[in-house]
């Protein structure tokens, strides 16, 4: 435990990723009193606000886009304001990038890296660098928070402050990982698992605010048992987080939990029950929506 309540800052590709990658840790830190501030870099409006794509796909070049981007970044940041809040923390900054600019761009790493000199975070939680979630955004913004952590370590420029933040973390380093044939896993990797099983219910309900993606209902209870369950899974728990650490920890000894002492002695119908916990896909669903399997693809469509 350190002596001090610590500071934490994500940094998110898109609105959801600030709380749907690590929001089950970051409730864990912010129950506890530590800071936890949210950086959305990326509107998320171009790349996956549905009801404008489909809106698009309807009425074609008719669609005027740019009359409804501005309410639509509105929406989803006051989505992910609302999931956040559901997680327990309020500090929500929005860096407006455009979410289909992909590029790793000087602009970016300078605005990440001055929200690091003011927050003065003591961890710092990114994208993997390689990762090609959210059109390779993830990849993008992972590469601009690991230059804006360095940039920030330096002297900056003119009256700049210097914050050298001592730990960073890679959020669901291997989430895309086998999804497309360039995703290989040279690098990435999971280290430590955070167990989220006491906070599932929170991060469901944080997912069901997520109305602009489709998120909310159904998507949100499959997802914490295909997503958060699988990882619980390989963790031995019901539910939980992965990450990477950049750098590796240093410590005196070599470190064990009261939990892994326990493992010696634990039988193992014991770890499998603890693995079969169900809670996020039990929930109930939010008024209105139901189980549907009207979207199932019919088998005469595999057709080849
Ligand atoms: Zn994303």
Redesign the pocket.
């Known amino acids: 435990m350190p002596t001090r309540p610590i500071r934490l800052m994500i940094v ?3 609105p ?2 600030s709380f ?2 690590a929001g089950g840790t970051l409730a864990h830190h912010a129950a506890r009193g530590d800071s936890v501030t949210a950086v959305v870099t990326t509107t ?1 409006v171009r ?2 606000h549905w009801e404008l794509a489909e809106k698009k796909r309807e009425m074609g070049a008719e669609f005027d886009v740019e009359a409804s981007v501005q309410k639509a970044v509105n929406e989803k940041l006051e989505e992910v304001r609302a999931a956040c809040r559901i997680m327990g923390f309020e500090d929500v900054r929005d860096l407006g990038f455009e979410d289909d600019d992909i590029l790793v761009t000087q602009d970016k790493i300078e605005a990440i890296a001055d929200v690091i000199r003011e927050v003065k975070p003591d961890v710092l939680i990114g ?1 993997h660098p390689y990762e090609s ?2 059109f390779k ?2 990849g993008t913004v992972g590469q601009c928070t690991i230059y804006a952590w360095q940039l920030a370590q330096g002297t900056g420029r003119g009256t700049q402050e210097r914050h050298p933040v001592p730990v960073l973390y890679f959020m669901n380093p291997t989430a895309y990982v086998g999804n497309n044939s360039l995703e290989y896993a040279g690098t990435s990797r999971t280290d430590l698992y955070v167990d989220i099983t006491d906070v599932i219910e929170r991060k469901v309900k944080a997912l069901d605010m997520i109305t602009s993606q489709f998120y909310g209902g159904p998507y949100s209870r499959k997802r914490s048992e295909t997503s958060d369950g699988a990882y619980g899974q390989a963790a031995s728990v019901a539910y939980a987080e992965p990450f990477q650490r950049f750098q590796p920890q240093v410590l005196y000894y070599l470190p064990i939990t009261e939990h892994e002492l326990e493992a010696r002695d634990e039988g193992p119908g014991f770890g499998m029950a603890r693995r079969g916990e169900v809670v996020g896909g039990l929930m109930p669903l939010p008024p209105g929506m139901e189980y549907t399997s009207a979207s199932r693809v019919a088998k005469e469509k595999y057709t080849t």
């Open positions: 998110a590709a898109h959801a990723d749907d990658q998320g790349s996956h994208h979630g959210g955004m993830h």
